[in-house]
């Protein structure tokens, strides 16, 4: 199937490091995202990998691995602001986005 | 301010109705879709259109209809309202001719059918 997986919900301390996983399907890859949605606003875009690697970017670092099917999004110095789901998606071979249900991030201080 | 915008934010409708969810870009974005957002599932595409004058069926595209008589506007209609369709539309845009073809996302719009 077309399915993206990542886990419903995770919890993190102010000022620790987080990763949160995302696994795809692999056939009709087209590059990967990460949208950061804060409760009750639209999902605002934090990155786009399409090769290998880790691409990092401030705090937030997004990893792919193509072959595997897997993403992370690495998010560092945690702050309260950082609750919020985080959306991975696929982009398929129509260059249509295929997404997650999210993860929830709950930031304690 | 450029950027996307939705109308109305949020509206309360009678099964049966007619309802039209408003979508403006001030981007030149040539690409828009509509997706509806659901609690537990991901983002589903509505419909969508690559350019003016063209439009496509996205994964859950039955009781909507959509037009894209310029590159500025992409309304979507719900011809007759159901239950089933309370949810939380969003609208977005892309330049779909640039490497990551990231989307940028109205505010939504949320519709409750009773």
Known sequence: ?109 | IAGITQAPTSQILAAGRRMTLRCTQDMRHNAMYWYRQDLGLGLRLIHYSNTAGTTGKGEVPDGYSVSRANTDDFPLTLASAVPSQTSVYFCASSHSTSGSRELFFGEGSRLTVL
């Open chain 1, 1 to 109: 199937g077309q399915n993206i997986d990542q886990p419903t919900e995770m919890t993190a301390t102010e000022g620790a490091i987080v990763q949160i996983n995302c696994t795809y399907q692999t056939s009709g890859f087209n590059g990967l995202f990460w949208y950061q949605q804060h409760a009750g606003e639209a999902p605002t875009f934090l990155s786009y990998n399409v090769l290998d690697g880790l691409e990092e970017k401030g705090r937030f670092s997004s990893f792919l691995s193509r072959s595997k099917g897997y993403s992370y999004l690495l998010l560092k110095e945690l702050q309260m602001k950082d609750s919020a789901s985080y959306l991975c998606a696929r982009m398929d071979s129509n260059y249509q986005l295929i997404w997650g249900a999210g993860t929830k991030l709950i930031i304690k201080p």
